[in-house]
């Protein structure tokens, strides 16, 4: 059951949960109830936008981003849900840094509640770069239900691992 590679660092009792809505083929209605439509956010350019007001209402004095995509080389069996990355290099003496947001593009046919969750998530890391107890205040921050948004995002990749998709 592909479950445990999602679910490592959390409780018995949710794992179990989990396992039984699996077994009771009510994962799908679980998760739809909860998020009963995707976002409309197609495109590299409605993601910028998109990630650009939650930067702009939360991170005001954040370093700027160069790049914001959707990437289709993140695969989330690699744990890549999302990535920040920033690349310095030294230009006319000075050392100059560029901050890069990419999003996994298994997340283009996902609720809104799931792309704003990994938005936040890279955001964080323009602060934080580790994920330690500030990164995760700072999430809760931007998102107050940060948490059960990532169990529930979990769950979803669970159930397209299963090979059962959402949204048509």
Do not use: W
Request: aromatic letters at 8%; charged letters at 25%; hydrophobic letters at 35%.
């Amino acid at each position: 059951m592909p479950i445990h590679k999602y679910l490592t660092h959390y409780p018995p009792a949710i794992i179990t949960q989990v396992e039984s809505l699996i077994k009771e083929n009510r994962l799908a209605s679980y998760l739809i109830e909860r998020y009963p439509q995707p976002h409309d956010i197609a495109n590299d350019s409605d993601l910028r936008d998109y990630v650009m007001a939650l930067k702009n209402q939360h991170m005001k004095k954040s370093p700027p981003l160069s790049k914001i995509i959707y990437d289709h080389k993140l695969h989330v069996v690699h744990n890549a849900l999302g990535l920040h990355s920033y690349v310095s290099r030294v230009q006319g003496g000075k050392l100059k840094t560029k901050n890069e947001l990419r999003v996994s593009a298994v997340f283009k046919k996902t609720p809104e509640a799931f792309l704003n969750m990994i938005v936040v998530h890279e955001l964080a890391h323009l602060k934080e770069k580790q994920h330690n107890n500030g990164f995760y205040r700072l999430c809760l921050n931007m998102l107050d239900n940060y948490h059960q948004l990532e169990l529930d995002m979990r769950l979803y990749l669970i159930q397209l691992e299963l090979g059962k998709t959402l949204y048509d």
